[in-house]
């Protein structure tokens, strides 16, 4: 068995450490740092690699209830961008080191920005800098990001919950029964993957997605260059359907993530047309008819603005797989580093 596919399989457990740990002893953190995003003027989400994915769920969540709020890959805001006075910036990273985000912390605190961290090292230099830190609490992935981009996610959607004045105990319950039910879904997900014939070493793979799911799409475009070593791209549902169709041909790949709620008609629509087209189509969401796609991935009942949080696990397990086809070690980074702590080259 991989790391990775050790780390997948732990990571519903891993899930619920955070969310205990979160609305537990870490209540009154997340309070806090409630009190400061509704206190700014400017909310700023940012991060890089699968944290800035994990962003984009945190985003959609504040942009749902009309909230404004930007997100800006930390490189980006540390070079490329201005910090408005009373902002509040969340800061999203696993290790809390990444070299961009130790470099942005004094030019926050010089602009009078308020830190929110949300990282896994709490003694880092996020974690030591920000006004409020917010632990995941979870154990560190061996190499490719899996419970450490999920966990993320999870806490930066609690955080957009509290300062919405939405996190309800009902919530919590509905998110703890999702993540306990997805050990026993894994089981059917690894086996329909696998019997689907969906998987090929060599086509080209586009995965698209709307809302929410968004950072599932953009984090399992990463998970198939990290893991298996094969490129891959990600694009907004309705941006694919603006020209980049045009590249369409037999046997290409496409992941399509079905929301719960919003263009399920119009997408499981666009499924079929897919398929006609002789696309082969993977589809994630919760309720969805069996033969809507080649492979359908159906998920446990979980809040439709919550999907984020257990829709990338089939795609994670697809990714394992498709490394193993390729003949690719992903447990292991034949380039990158784990933490980049330096902005020149490779």
């Known amino acids: 068995?991989?790391?990775?596919?050790?780390?997948?399989?732990?990571?519903?457990?891993?899930?619920?450490?955070?969310?205990?740990?979160?609305?537990?002893p870490g209540?009154?953190?997340?309070?806090?740092?409630?009190q400061i995003v509704n206190n700014a003027e400017t909310i700023t989400i940012t991060g890089i690699g699968s944290s800035w994915h994990a962003g984009m769920a945190?985003?959609?969540?504040l942009q749902a209830r009309g909230r404004p709020a930007v997100l800006i890959d930390a490189s980006e805001l540390l070079h490329f961008a201005r910090i408005a006075p009373n902002t509040a910036i969340i800061g999203l990273s696993r290790s809390g080191k990444s070299v961009e985000i130790v470099n942005l912390l004094p030019l926050a605190r010089a602009a009078g920005a308020r830190i929110i961290?949300?990282?896994?090292?709490?003694?880092?230099?996020?974690?030591?800098?920000?006004?409020?830190?917010?632990?995941?609490?979870?154990?560190f992935d061996h190499n490719v990001s899996v419970t450490m981009y999920s966990a993320l996610a999870l806490v930066g959607g609690l955080l957009a919950s509290a300062a919405l004045g939405n996190l309800e105990a009902s919530l919590e319950q509905a998110l703890a029964a999702a993540v306990a039910a997805v050990p026993s879904a894994m089981d059917r997900w690894n086996e329909q993957i696998a019997?689907?014939?969906?998987?090929?070493?060599?086509?080209?793979?586009?995965?698209?997605?709307?809302?929410?799911?968004?950072?599932?799409?953009?984090?399992?475009?990463?998970?198939?260059?990290?893991?298996?070593?094969?490129?891959?791209?990600?694009?907004?549902?309705?941006?694919?359907?603006?020209?980049?169709?045009?590249?369409?041909?037999?046997?290409?790949?496409?992941?399509?993530?079905?929301?719960?709620?919003?263009?399920?008609?119009?997408?499981l629509a666009l499924a079929a047309d897919l398929g006609r087209h002789g696309a082969r189509v993977m589809?994630?969401?919760?309720?969805?008819?069996?033969?809507?796609?080649?492979?359908?991935?159906?998920?446990?009942?979980?809040?439709?603005a919550w999907q984020f949080l257990i829709d990338i696990i089939p795609a994670q397990l697809a990714a394992e797989q498709l490394a193993r086809l390729r003949g690719q070690d992903c447990d292991s980074f034949r380039i990158c580093p784990y933490i980049i702590e330096a902005e020149g080259g490779l």
């Open 117 to 139: 961290g949300i990282t896994n090292t709490p003694d880092s230099p996020l974690g030591q800098e920000a006004d409020v830190t917010l632990p995941l609490e979870a154990a």
């Open 58 to 61: 945190v985003l959609s969540m």
């Open 195 to 267: 019997a689907s014939g969906w998987l090929t070493p060599e086509a080209p793979t586009y995965f698209l997605a709307r809302g929410g799911s968004l950072a599932s799409c953009h984090e399992a475009r990463l998970l198939w260059e990290e893991a298996a070593k094969a490129p891959a791209s990600a694009l907004t549902t309705g941006g694919f359907r603006h020209g980049p169709q045009e590249m369409l041909r037999p046997e290409i790949r496409i992941g399509l993530w079905i929301d719960a709620e919003r263009l399920r008609r119009e997408d």
């Open 27 to 34: 209540r009154g953190a997340l309070e806090r740092a409630a």
């Open 283 to 304: 589809l994630f969401g919760q309720n969805l008819p069996a033969d809507a796609a080649d492979l359908v991935l159906s998920l446990p009942e979980l809040p439709a």
């Open 1 to 24: 068995m991989t790391e990775l596919l050790k780390d997948i399989l732990a990571e519903p457990g891993e899930l619920q450490k955070s969310l205990a740990q979160t609305l537990g």
